[in-house]
């Protein structure tokens, strides 16, 4: 049968994580159907199908993250049988492994990869009926129904339930039933129920060094808390997970083993895994921070003028159907100021020891996301109008917001705004993108007394003022190059006419 790969979807990637499986097994899918979606250290993917066919096994479990080229999905015809694999419902006995040498549970499968165009929504797609199990298929059925937390026992369906107890006639001869090889644990993908893979993701145990007291080789709730406790003590008694056999234990059961330090250490404090976009985050920005000189400077402004022409732009019928903001403003202004100023849009390329002066901009606008923050940016930003501009920014937000951002959206930036004030700040020391010589940093606008000058005569009134704070790669952008084009930006927003003669 044929075997999608995790595939490199951009920039080189590594690895991935699988997020959501979009398919289960038994479900027949054509050429360009959505199989999976997975977590890069850019964004989320979704992949979709080069193969039609029958999904005969889900072999990676939704959480895991794998390399490039590892087997994900096994695609046969049709006509082909369906096969439980780790990744299937906990319904579906996922934790046993299946034995694939049998050519009847395997299959064809051929078409090519179309990735980027996406088939129409199809109807509903009936699941397979399944055969009966073998006797040591029901046997470790019954088993793994029984013992464990009451919380942790997956809920079969009725055509399953009818074949465990035996009121299923078989749909296929005997001879030709699945067979069950139980291996060692350390052979095989490790063995563990849905709730108990999330025990130990929160606890930051990693399941591979914990021993499986379960059916079949199995890790559970017990043997997770207590490769957890054993990590607290720092291996008390020179006893290591691996040396630690706890059995199970039923829900409201107290016991010493499992006693009051275990959920009190959990309750004090969580584990997160550094992975995906936050990981590529913290890599790029450590990067940045420990390779290019930042220096940072401070202007503060009187924004009242462009909070004024918001509310005019908003009025006027080419702006009805996108966001007008002062951001926008910002924008044009930082676009406008780099043409007196084009060392902000280009690059120290430090093995060529070479400045590479960038002729476009592709502008960043940092986001924050349920999983990190990301930096898309709008290609060719300079030569887009005001309207076109509010549409890409209205698209670029919306996108990153739903965490629908692509790699290649955040690809090949040359410089980037990012916008504190959303939160109440009023400015920051922003780090510079890897790529970029300059960040600039939008502050909360509120409404401060401000010296103003009428009639010859200064007046203290209430202004909406905001703080820009510009960062920059201080190897060749020099400090009068950086403040003329700080001095720039804020002379058009504090002015927005001011802007004619850029």
């Known amino acids: 049968m044929p075997e999608y790969k995790l595939p490199d979807v951009g920039e080189g990637l590594t690895e991935a994580e699988i997020v959501t499986w979009k398919v289960k097994v038994g479900d027949v899918i054509a050429i360009n159907d959505i199989v999976v979606e997975i977590e890069t250290a850019k964004s989320l993917v979704e992949l979709p199908s080069p193969y039609a066919g ?43 492994e299946i034995d694939l040498s049998n050519p009847a549970a395997s299959g064809g499968g051929e078409g090519e990869s179309l990735v980027g165009r996406n088939k129409a929504d199809r109807g509903a797609v009936r699941r397979a009926r399944k055969a009966a199990p073998a006797p040591a298929t029901k046997a470790a059925l019954q088993g793994a129904f029984t013992a464990g937390d ?106 010493t083993a499992r006693g009051t330090s275990t959920t009190a250490s959990a309750a004090r404090e969580t584990r997160e895994p550094v992975k995906g976009v936050r990981k590529m985050m913290a890599g790029a920005m450590v990067g940045s921070a420990f390779s290019a000189p930042h220096v940072t400077e401070w202007v503060t ?27 926008l403003v910002l924008a044009k202004a930082v676009l406008l100021a780099m043409r007196r100023a084009p060392e902000i849009n280009s690059w120290w390329d430090e093995a060529a020891q070479e400045v590479v002066y960038k002729h476009y901009v592709n502008l960043g606008i940092a986001a924050a996301t349920p999983r990190g923050l990301v930096v898309p940016n709008i290609k060719d930003a300079d030569q887009l109008s005001l309207v076109e501009l509010a549409e890409a920014l209205g698209t670029l937000t919306a996108t990153a917001r739903d965490g629908r951002t692509q790699p290649a959206e955040m690809a090949d930036g040359t410089f980037t705004i990012t916008n504190v004030g959303v939160f109440g700040v009023d400015a ?75």
């Open 54 to 96: 029958e999904v005969t096994a889900l072999l990676v479990p939704e959480g895991e993250t794998v390399e490039v080229g590892t087997p994900i999905i096994a695609i046969g015809e049709p006509s082909a049988g369906a096969v439980p694999s780790p990744a299937a419902a906990p319904g579906d006995a996922a934790e046993e």
């Open 301 to 327: 402004i009187d924004a009242t003028a462009s909070v004024e022409l918001v509310e005019r732009l908003k009025a006027r019928r080419e702006f009805r159907d996108v966001k007008v903001s002062p951001l």
């Open 150 to 255: 009451a919380a942790d026992e997956p809920v079969l369906e009725e055509a399953d339930q009818a074949a465990a107890s035996g009121d299923l006639e078989p749909a296929v001869p005997a001879a030709s039933a699945r067979t069950v090889e139980v291996r060692e644990p350390a052979a095989v993908r490790v063995l563990a129920k849905p709730p108990v893979r999330k025990l130990a993701k929160d606890l930051g145990v990693d399941l591979t060094t914990c021993a499986a007291s379960g059916p079949g080789g199995s890790i559970t709730r017990g043997d997770v808390e207590g490769a957890a406790e054993g990590h607290a003590d720092g291996g008390a008694a020179g006893q290591s997970a691996h040396e630690v056999s706890r059995p199970l234990v039923p829900r409201g059961t107290s016991t």
């Open 428 to 502: 920051g020391t922003p780090i510079i993108n890897p790529g970029e010589s300059a960040i600039l940093c939008f502050g909360a606008i509120t409404k401060q007394p401000w010296v103003v000058a009428r009639d010859g005569a200064d007046e203290i009134a209430v202004r909406h003022v905001t703080t820009l704070a510009l960062s920059f790669d201080h190897r060749h952008v020099d400090g009068e190059k950086g403040s003329r084009f700080l001095a720039d930006v804020a002379g058009i927003v504090e002015d927005p006419g001011s802007a004619l003669l850029f």
